[in-house]
């Protein structure tokens, strides 16, 4: 039992226009995070990690083992606030487990696999550095109706050249991506159908995606959304 480990701070994404149906009532507002080491090893981060030291020890003690998130409220003043906690693989598992590379952190999904499975492990280093950017979004359905998928970008690595979306590989390793590059999962292939709301494709970057002083999209993110987007009827 490595007892509880802590990630990086992440800045979610929800409700945001050009990437989540907002006409739907009850559709999946979740559209991302982002991963900045300059929120690593801050007052804010310290303050999470112990209120999640706290948490994590009161699920153990309940039987539960493996990855949960922890969403916050930050106040003006930096307090922060617990809203709710999810013992589960959230939506930025993936992300985590992008950025992750051998003797720099501690692998949390292969940690959740191993908690879940109930094996015996050892960790002999615990220190777990997020010393990097990243970024994943959700692009969900903008249709008010059900929508059969026709044509989706492969799985893969691409640039934009312009308004031009380019096809650089079939690799999907974030820590080899290049100034510009992207990665898309597919979420739907064609044929599938989606509802209003539903979710289409995530995209991976090192980019940095939000304003830190705004919390809003950089231009250069929202271009790269409509160009995806364009790609996928």
């Known amino acids: 039992n490595a007892g509880v480990v802590t990630g990086p701070l992440q800045r ?8 989540a149906n907002m ?4 559709g999946d507002k979740w ?14 981060h310290r303050q999470a990690t112990a209120a999640a030291q706290v948490v994590g020890e009161e ?12 969403d916050f409220l930050l106040a003006e003043d930096n307090t922060l606030y617990i809203i709710e906690t999810n013992p589960r ?3 930025v598992t993936p992300l ?3 950025l992750y590379e051998p003797e720099e952190a501690v ?17 002999t280093d615990m220190t777990a550095t997020f010393e990097k950017d990243g970024a994943l979004l959700m692009l969900h359905s903008l249709e008010d109706t059900d929508m059969r998928v026709v044509t989706m970008p492969k799985s893969g690595t691409y640039r ?38 539903g979710r289409l494709a995530t995209l991976l970057t090192r980019a940095r995606t939000i304003d830190t002083d705004t919390d809003m999209l950089y231009n250069e993110t929202t271009n790269a959304i409509s160009v995806f987007r364009r790609s996928i009827t």
């Not at 300059?38 to 007052?43: A, C, H, K, L, R």
């Open 23 to 26: 006409r739907v009532p009850d």
């Open 96 to 98: 985590l487990a992008a």
């Open 31 to 44: 559209c991302g995070a982002q991963i900045y080491a300059d929120d690593q090893n801050t007052e804010v």
């Open 89 to 91: 693989i959230t939506g």
């Open 59 to 70: 699920l153990a003690q309940r039987g539960y083992r493996g990855i949960f998130g922890i």
């Open 12 to 19: 979610q994404l929800v409700r945001n226009p050009l990437l």
């Open 160 to 197: 934009l050249e312009g308004d031009t979306l380019v096809r650089v590989s079939d690799a999907m390793d974030l820590s080899r991506l290049q100034p510009g590059e992207w990665i898309l999962q597919e979420y739907l292939p064609p044929g599938m159908v989606v509802k209003p709301g």
């Open 107 to 123: 692998p949390f999904y292969l940690l959740h696999i191993l908690a879940q499975g109930g094996y015996d492990y050892e960790i």
